[in-house]
């Protein structure tokens, strides 16, 4: 199938990179419809509404999401929980969009604005301090996820994977599996990591403050 009718299917899709369709990445799932080895209701995130963009794309009947995928639902937002947080930094090794902010053996945070609700940061936190907030009740789909949202998931990860594959061409290797995805900080000078390390406390800072209520006195 031409490409360009590859890139409308990835079109049709939220970005959220949730692997959920069984493909590492919305693009894989969108390469794997256009050849025909996967169907069109493999994406739960996009719920009916996704399911019915696809078939219109490529011309076939709608059909109910698959089950084995999961279950259309509401948007949710991955919170950490700061106070048990041990700095592991494996949430920021699967995070598709780069939304989590933290360093080393330091608490992390999410940055709500990036966070797609993939998921993909709750199973692999060896404390289980990632819990999951729904931000959009009563929406769920197209419905609880706008095209704009969808374009800025996807300039995000697209970010990442450029950053990702720079930092290997560079290391001339592929990085060790437990090895952190975002700091290096093993093999930056001293001056280099402290400064880095304010940096990211100071975002983190930011963060959290712009999560709490303002009060008025």
Known sequence: MPRMHRDRLL????????TRCGYPDCAGYAAAMADGSADIDRCPPGGAEGVRRLAQLLGRDERPLDPECGSEGARTLAVIDEAWCIGCTRCLEV???DAIL???????TVIEAHCTGCELCVPVCPVDCIGLEVVTPGLSGWAAWSQKQADHARQRY???????EMGN???GQSPPDNAPAT???QQMP???AERKRRTVEAAMARARAARQPSSHH
């Open 11 to 18: 079109d049709a899709l939220p970005q959220t990179q949730c």
């Open 102 to 108: 933290g360093f080393h053996k330091r608490m992390h």
């Open 95 to 97: 995070c598709p969009t």
């Open 190 to 192: 001293d001056e280099t």
């Open 158 to 164: 697209l970010a990442r994977t450029h950053r990702l």
């Open 169 to 171: 061409a560079v290391a």
């Open 183 to 185: 700091q290096g900080s």
